[in-house]
């Protein structure tokens, strides 16, 4: 069977590289369970928030900024504007011109106070002051650092209270007085642990949070991984340890009973030995197989071919080891199944793999059914059997390495590997196994795989 090898039309290789450009975040989503996952994606949302956060509160300091760098300057405008009618005007003029000013601006509050701080004029629109006089020495710093923005002082309507303010000398009837600004009080009042460290605080704070869930992430993703291949490792061992105590028993009870050993008997041990080479390198070939497609990771070449025909190679080749066993092969082929997009030996390695796991796990005398289906834009295989099928409470752990269920164990030798090379060459064709089975009665598994031609309505 040989793939097609014809150029894809434009929009299948746009949906290719679309699938290109997403199979790292599909890997990572695979190589995840859920609850793992799931951490992952709050993680990653916090982290999102909290640059988003950090972001907001630069911005706003940037506006507060330049607000307090007109704010710092609006004493001495007021004191400009309100030159000409303080000199020889009366309180009423006064008075309307500095609520005048007030309408201008309603984010600041504008008064008039004398060389001791009395508070003479404010805006009517206040109402009296609760303090009518403000601190001397605030004063006489505001007027000694008229670009600082850190200057608080008394707020005559708010008693007690601080502000930021600004102010500029005036001459009222020619008598020495002052503009005296409280600038945006209500933006002004930070206090606490956000006036402790300030906006860069707060982004520097941020970003060691982000990184520090990053890093407690990839810690902990990097611990799982090591605790995964130590049972891997154990469970391999474990594994090989009874065909190669089987191959050296066998092999020194024939050298040391050589002498006496029939033909027959040697004959049989040969035989077991034999069987048991072929399970212990069964085993190993399984292993090569899931290391090199994990270390490919999606590196993979992809092309369009026949999935009908390369499955159905794969029936011929396991058709003896049916007929063994007096397993009826059969498969339902629909008309007009489209070529898919795949790596044609990975295909054939799951196909094989399936149908060989279903024949190892199926009585004799009993059935393995291949069915063939066209989904909207995929086909999906799925490979049935009426074998001793998989306990309820196993279904979520098959497709592990070397997990093998409890009807597993006692109908068949296996690595228990077979499956988790089947999962990791779904995976890397944007697919996951389909696992359906009830015990004694059989077991459905299947995987879809993307149409070459994707159809777009």
């Not at 369970?33 to 992952?40: D, G, T, V």
Request: glycine letters at 8%; a positive charge; hydrophobic letters at 45%.
């Amino acid at each position: 069977m040989r793939p097609e090898t014809e150029q894809a039309p434009a929009k299948g290789v746009f949906a290719r590289a679309a699938r290109s450009a997403m199979a790292p975040l599909r890997g990572f989503r695979h190589s995840l369970p859920k609850p793992l996952l799931a951490l992952a994606a709050t993680l990653l949302l916090a982290a999102i928030g909290v640059q988003a956060w950090t972001a907001v509160v630069l911005s706003r300091s940037a506006v507060e900024e330049s607000s307090s760098a007109a704010n710092r300057r609006i004493a001495a405008s007021f004191a400009e504007q309100l030159a000409p009618t303080s000199k020889q005007s009366g309180d009423l003029e006064i008075g309307a011109a500095l609520d005048e000013l007030s309408r201008l601006n309603p984010n600041v509050r504008p008064y008039v106070v004398n060389e001791h701080g009395i508070v003479v004029f404010s805006p009517s629109a206040l109402g009296n002051p609760q303090q009518p006089f403000v601190s001397r020495r605030q004063l006489a710093d505001a007027l000694a650092h008229p670009e600082s923005r850190d200057i608080s002082g008394d707020d005559p309507h708010n008693l007690g209270a601080s502000a930021a303010i600004s102010a500029a000398p005036v001459l009222v009837r020619g008598a020495r007085h002052f503009v005296y600004v409280v600038l945006a009080p209500a933006s002004s009042a930070r206090s606490g642990l956000s006036a402790a460290l300030g906006t860069w605080g707060w982004a520097i704070l941020g970003a060691i949070i982000t990184t520090g869930l990053i890093v407690a992430l990839l810690l902990f993703m990097g611990h799982r991984r090591v605790k995964n291949l130590q049972s891997s490792v154990a469970a391999l061992s474990h594994d090989l340890r009874a065909p190669l105590s089987s191959i050296q028993g066998y092999l020194e009870t024939a050298i040391k009973r050589s002498d006496s050993l029939g033909q027959n008997d040697s004959k049989r041990f040969m035989s077991v030995a034999l069987r048991s080479t072929q399970s212990a390198t069964n085993m190993v070939n399984d292993l090569h197989h899931l290391s090199t497609i994990e270390a490919a990771g999606h590196e993979v070449e992809m092309e369009r071919l026949s999935i009908v025909d390369l499955v159905m190679d794969s029936v011929v080749a396991v058709r003896p080891a049916a007929n063994e066993k007096r397993i009826l092969l059969g498969w339902s082929i629909p008309p007009a199944v489209p070529l898919v997009l795949g790596n044609a030996a990975l295909l054939e390695r799951l196909a094989r793999n399936l149908l060989e796991n279903a024949i190892r796990y199926t009585p004799p005398g009993g059935s393995v059914e291949v069915v063939f289906e066209v989904l909207a834009d995929s086909v999906k295989v799925t490979v049935l059997d009426s074998g001793v099928g998989i306990p309820s409470a196993e279904l979520g752990k098959v497709s592990r390495s070397f997990f093998r269920g409890s009807n597993a164990k006692a109908a068949s030798k296996g690595s228990g590997i077979g499956l988790a090379v089947c999962s990791s060459i779904a995976k890397l064709h944007g697919a996951e196994l389909q696992i359906l089975s009830r015990e004694r009665e059989g077991t459905a598994v299947a995987f879809e795989i993307s149409q070459a031609e994707q159809r777009y309505t």
